[in-house]
């Protein structure tokens, strides 16, 4: 079982940046692969990020290439969105996930390879 609270979101300008965090409880968070997801209003959740187990590998939704970095301090049991040069497009809740694997460079786009959901973080960029 694990359980994910996001923080960070917030209002920020067009070109700002925003960093948001996922913490995560349970003993096994490191076996997991993360995602972040987001949904703007009257639109489906979307994909936006993934790193795998180990960290070695992420993806990204095309949008967000070279703007977002994803990362994860499994020591800390936490993961990071580092999003740069937001656009008015990026505002949405943004949740994080987690999907249980077998393998250390496993990673996946589809939400429901994901078992557990944070309650999500409202990121409002305005333009």
């Known amino acids: 079982q694990v359980q994910l609270v996001e923080s960070g979101g917030g209002l920020v300008q067009a070109g700002g940046s925003l960093r948001l965090s996922c913490a995560a409880s349970?003993?096994?968070?490191?076996?997991?692969?993360m995602g972040w997801f987001r949904q703007a209003p009257g639109k489906e959740r979307e994909f936006v990020a993934a790193i795998s187990r180990s960290g070695g590998n992420t993806d990204f939704t095309n949008s967000v290439k070279g703007r977002f970095t994803i990362s994860r301090d499994n020591a800390k049991n936490t993961v990071y969105l580092q999003m740069n040069s937001l656009k008015s497009e990026d505002t949405a809740v943004y949740y994080c996930?987690?999907?249980?694997?077998?393998?250390?460079?496993?990673?996946?786009?589809?939400?429901?390879?994901?078992?557990?959901w944070g309650q999500g973080t409202q990121v409002t960029v305005s333009s």
């Open positions: 349970g003993r096994t968070y490191s076996t997991y692969a």
């Open positions: 996930a987690a999907a249980g694997v077998l393998f250390g460079s496993s990673l996946f786009r589809e939400a429901t390879k994901y078992n557990y």
